[in-house]
């Protein structure tokens, strides 16, 4: 069972586009959603991060927004890049006292043509 | 540069064979957590120490097992291998057991 389902699979975007991935989740336990980066090679690198007590989190060209009602997040990229293009990974967990499980979703490829 | 360091990089065996993936954390992180990527199953979260201790445990197999030392570097050992079992295996580590976590590079590995 996918505890975080992530869409689209594959992602194509023109320079200065926006680039957009969705997510959703089940477990209401979750409380951090954390979005990971990855190029071909290399491990996945945190992105950005965001706790169900922010409706939306900004850093840069990255947004997340996040609609606990829904159980759905996602990823905004603006003024997409070439260099932005990677695999995007959004992620869930429940911080507990005893260790924490993340679930991640099944990536999504962007590709931004120039 | 994540500061998480993972030997070997690559790795290529047998099936029914064994072998071990080390994983040294960040400077000052105590926990280390394991996952498991491939083509169709995507990142799979294995199993999580913190400062030695087993904390948190995901889709591991019973032949797959994991360790914590106390200088705070990790190993997965993979037994009985199998074809399937080819896949990258990353290591990731962070401060706490519930901070953000960085991923080291990955070791592929080839079982044939």
């Known amino acids: 069972q996918q505890q975080v389902k992530q869409s689209p699979q594959s992602l194509i975007v023109q320079k200065g586009g926006i680039s957009i991935i969705n997510c959703a989740y089940e477990?209401?336990?979750?409380?951090?959603f954390p979005w990971y980066q990855q190029f071909p090679g290399k491990g996945p690198a945190l992105l950005i991060a965001?706790?169900?007590?922010?409706s939306e989190k900004k850093e840069g060209r990255f947004t997340i927004s996040f609609n606990k009602s829904a159980k759905q997040f996602s990823l905004h990229i603006m003024d997409s890049q070439p260099g932005d293009s990677a695999t995007y990974f959004c992620?869930?967990?429940?911080?507990?006292?005893?260790?924490?499980?993340?679930?991640f979703g099944t990536g999504t490829s962007l590709t931004v043509i120039p | 540069d994540s500061g998480v360091t993972q030997t070997p990089k690559h790795l290529i065996t047998a099936t029914g064979q064994r072998v071990t993936l080390r994983c040294s954390p960040r400077?000052?992180?105590?926990?280390v957590y394991w996952y498991q990527q491939s083509l169709d199953q995507g990142l799979q979260f294995l199993i999580h120490y913190y400062n030695g201790e087993e904390r948190a445990k995901g889709n591991i197999l019973e032949r797959f097992s994991a360790q914590q030392f106390p200088d705070l570097h990790s190993e997965l050992n993979l037994s009985s291998l199998e074809l399937g079992d080819s896949a990258l295996y990353f290591c990731a580590s962070s401060v706490g057991a519930n901070n953000e976590q960085f991923f080291g590079p990955g070791t592929r590995l080839t079982v044939l």
């Open positions: 400077s000052g992180d105590l926990s």
């Open positions: 965001i706790r169900p007590d922010v």
């Open positions: 992620a869930a967990s429940s911080f507990r006292s005893t260790g924490n499980q993340f679930y």
């Open positions: 477990n209401t336990a979750f409380d951090y």
